[in-house]
């Protein structure tokens, strides 16, 4: 019976790496934001991680405000939801503060620069241990105290979050930045009261959230960037698009500092902080960020900014109308 043996050791192999004390732990809980666990390693590491290191639409990157087009044909986005208030489960899964929506729960995303419907599967908080990091996108190189991430899947094309990320156009990501200030946005409130976020000190605890209200978490307004990236945590899987609120939302300095409070360790286990889960921004390479902000020609230095207009001089083919500026 030597064949079925060597299949089981391949097996274990591949659903097995090893973490920091030599003990056998499975993928998901392998991969951290620090050390040789970090962010550098996680392609080098697993292959179905290849587009951690390969990849050149990777996510998140640093915003230049001399890099984004004003695309008139970007409309607002849209939200549909058949209820009111949502429920659902906020994990501390060891890597990120995230908000399970309970299923039936549905949340429609369409509009924007979205061709498909997309629908809510869960938000996801990033932040940092000190005011001036924890955010995973940046603007002109300055980072946040925090991100929060809404995460949609292609509903007309997958039938489950699995599938979309494998698939083409899969994830739709919203970003909304997270500032300090002097109270906190009464709905990102309710979602970390203190008595939830007592429950979700280590990994694996959950805390019931009811009555969640998404439209009054987000900022006024309907100023967005977008681009096409990928996933900011392993398999890194290029099928995002992502759009980035152009307002943030605040938080008090002491939900904050309750927040730094919480571990990405199991009880019992060395302590070590939550905050700092935040992967290092990528290279835009040959991609466009596009925003439906019209600059009024020049930005806060007096400078000119780019439009999609004054990039449409490019040649057609001869039979093909011209574009006229
Ligand atoms: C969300 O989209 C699905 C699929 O088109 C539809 O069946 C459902 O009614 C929509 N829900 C809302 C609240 O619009
Ligand atoms: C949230 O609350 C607003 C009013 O504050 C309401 O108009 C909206 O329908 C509510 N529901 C959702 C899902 O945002
Ligand atoms: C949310 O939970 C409350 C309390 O259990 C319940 O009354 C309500 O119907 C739930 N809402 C939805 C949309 O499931
Ligand atoms: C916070 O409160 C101070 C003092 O009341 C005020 O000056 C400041 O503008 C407030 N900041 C924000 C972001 O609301
Ligand atoms: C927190 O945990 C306590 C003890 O298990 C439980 O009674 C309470 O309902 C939990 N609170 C939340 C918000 O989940
Ligand atoms: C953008 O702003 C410029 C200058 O204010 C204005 O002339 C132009 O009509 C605006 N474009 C759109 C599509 O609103």
């Known amino acids: 019976m030597m064949f079925p043996y060597i299949l089981f050791t391949i097996v274990l192999v591949q659903q097995l790496a090893t973490n920091v004390e030599g003990q056998a732990v499975a993928w998901d809980d392998w991969w951290t934001y620090e050390g040789i666990t970090g962010p550098q390693f996680w392609g080098l590491v697993n292959s179905d991680w290849v587009m951690c290191k390969d990849g050149k639409m990777q996510s998140p990157i640093n915003f230049r405000a001399n890099q984004i087009l004003y695309d008139p044909n970007l409309i ?9 208030k949502m429920n659902g489960t906020l994990i501390n899964t060891g890597h990120d503060l995230t908000f399970q929506v309970d299923d039936r729960n549905r949340v429609n995303l369409t509009g924007g620069p979205l061709s498909y419907l997309y629908r809510l599967q869960e938000l996801r908080l990033h932040y940092g241990s000190i005011d001036s990091q924890g955010s995973e996108h940046s603007v002109d190189g300055y980072s946040f105290p925090g991100e929060l991430q809404l995460l949609f899947y292609n509903y007309d094309l997958y039938g489950d979050l699995a599938e979309a990320t494998k698939g083409t156009s899969g994830l739709a990501i919203i970003s909304l930045f997270i500032q300090i200030g002097n109270t906190t946005n009464p709905e990102l409130d309710k979602l970390l009261w203190n008595d939830r976020l007592q429950n979700v000190t280590y990994k694996g605890a959950a805390a019931r959230v009811e009555d969640f209200n998404l439209t009054n978490l987000f900022p006024t307004t309907p100023h967005y960037m977008t681009y096409q990236g990928s996933l ?3 398999d890194c899987a290029e099928t995002v698009t992502w759009i980035v609120m152009n307002k943030p939302v605040y938080i008090s300095r002491k939900k904050m500092t309750q927040l730094r409070n919480l ?6 286990q060395k302590e070590t902080p939550l905050a700092d889960n935040f992967r290092p921004t990528s290279n835009l390479n040959s991609r466009t960020i596009r925003t439906n902000i019209n600059f009024t020609t020049k930005d806060k230095m007096g400078k000119p900014c780019p ?9 057609t083919n001869s039979w093909l109308v011209k574009p006229t500026s």
């Open 76 to 84: 607002p986005i849209n939200f549909d939801s058949d209820t009111d």
């Open 232 to 234: 900011t945590s392993p």
């Open 263 to 268: 571990w990405q360790n199991t009880m019992g």
């Open 307 to 315: 439009t999609m207009k004054s990039k449409k001089a490019y040649q």
